[in-house]
């Protein structure tokens, strides 16, 4: 891993900012991705790596491809992709959901994961190996109350990697996806829009996973050797069977 160029979006917070953490200490050379540039630039004075900072939003797609046209020579052969950038907005039905949230999530959990392969891809197409690994959810496993549109772009992530590992076959160009079940993040406070009191209640009497544990997964995705492509993993609390089945104490 020593030296590999490895891109990482939504790279400022959670599940992004601990893969990040766990390249870096493997001398990867890091492209973090993010909204928000002072976050970024916290995180790059905390690894001990050289960084590329790119600052867009994943559903503005001219800036996604700008972004990565405007790499510079040594920062081109990009060779790992996390695709991690996505949330969810709202938990509510889809007659009074909000019509902004749904938008905002299959704008950015499904357009944008598109828009930022479809840049990251000549690269790799050019190099004839490479990794993508797009962040899923159990979302995309299972549809669950509320969630329809989260579930939605979730699912649409599931079928976008089993296409995109399909047309890349031939290229040597690994694709997999990774499904979390209730990972501890800003994840929940997000969706109840900064309702952190409902969010705490997500993760009350269970142990969920942190974002840790997502990243060594990743990781791990990462580390097999060249001929082993995990193709998709799903990840959960060992207190939660599925979506619906969680053992709260
Ligand atoms: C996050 C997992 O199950 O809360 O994507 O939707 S879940």
Redesign the pocket.
Known sequence: MKNQIICITGASSGIGWATAKIFANQGARLILCGRRKEKLEKLEQQLQTDCHLLCFDVRDRNAVFAAFEGLADSWKKIEVLINNAGN?HGLDPVQTASVDDWEAMIDGNVKGLMYVTKAVLPSMIAAQKGQIINLG???GKEVYPN?SV?CSS?FAVDAFTQGLRIDLNTLGIRVGAIH????ETE?SQVRFKGDKERAAKVYQGIEALTAEDVASAINYMVSVPERVAIADLVILPTRQAN?YIQHRT
């Open positions: 969810a959810s159990l979302a969630g989260y979730k979390p079940g209730l990972v994840f979506a």
